[in-house]
Antibody
Framework: QVQVVESGGGVVQPGRSLRLSCATS????????MHWVRQAPGKGLEWVAC????????FYGDSVKGRFTVSRDNSKRMLFLQMSSLRAEDTAVYYC?????????????WGQGTTVTVSS | HSALTQPASVSGSPGQSITISCTGT?????????VSWYQQHPGKAPKLILS???NRPSEISSRFSGSKSGNTASLTISGLQAEDEAHYYC??????????FGGGTTLTVL
């Protein structure tokens, strides 16, 4: 069964850091690009970051560039999002999603999300 | 890149057809055929319903179709059913090698 499961969310103070993880199973992780997408409470979807299958190409949305870092460990079938200098506006459900190619693209497998709340 | 422009809401009666537009620029929607659409029910993860403008995953009903003209992509749902009531988002590749979503459209089945 193809599956991605996010973890690592929680409540964090502004300015602090948090690392999200995404565990994958049921497919050859190293052959697919991966995305992070977030959704603030009551708002729409926002693309956050993308990493290609080999981990060498990474792209970020303007609102997180320079603060967030996406990475992956193909040997462990894991995707990560290191978030630093967190702001209240980073509060959202964060989804991990698989693309249909080795690079970026549409997302055909989604997790259920992990909630990040940035608050003092 | 700014979010793609979608109508905030659309509605239709069971059996009818509706169309949701997604307007961008020549740097995103108009420049590439990497436009996809997602359906999201409240409290659930998004679900891919169309890719590459008009390609449907095998499990998606043929009632869902897509097209593109210039800088505007469109999602059409025919034969509306109660379970189609959800939020719909378009999504496009951009000239910056990034990706951008539309603001989302709430579909109400009357």
């Amino acid at each position: 069964q193809v599956q991605v499961v996010e973890s690592g969310g929680g409540v964090v103070q502004p300015g602090r850091s948090l690392r999200l993880s995404c565990a994958t199973s049921g497919f050859t992780f190293g052959l697919f690009g991966m995305h992070w997408v977030r959704q603030a409470p009551g708002k729409g979807l926002e693309w956050v970051a993308c990493i290609w299958s080999d981990g060498n190409s990474k792209f970020y949305g303007d609102s997180v560039k320079g603060r967030f870092t996406v990475s992956r460990d193909n040997s462990k079938r894991m995707l990560f999002l290191q978030m630093s200098s967190l702001r209240a506006e980073d509060t959202a459900v964060y989804y991990c999603a698989r693309t249909t190619t080795v690079s970026g693209g549409e997302m055909d497998v989604w997790g259920q999300g992990t909630t990040v709340t940035v608050s003092s | 890149h700014s979010a793609l422009t979608q109508p905030a809401s659309v509605s239709g009666s069971p059996g009818q057809s509706i169309t949701i537009s997604c307007t961008g620029t020549s740097s995103d929607v108009g420049g590439y055929d990497f436009v996809s659409w997602y359906q999201q029910h409240p409290g659930k993860a998004p679900k891919l319903i169309l890719s590459h403008v008009s390609n449907r995953p095998s499990e998606i009903s043929s009632r869902f179709s897509g097209s593109k003209s210039g800088n505007t992509a469109s999602l059409t749902i025919s034969g509306l059913q109660a379970e189609d009531e959800a939020h719909y988002y378009c999504y496009s590749f951009t000239s910056s090698s990034t990706w951008v979503f539309g603001g989302g459209t709430t579909l109400t089945v009357l």
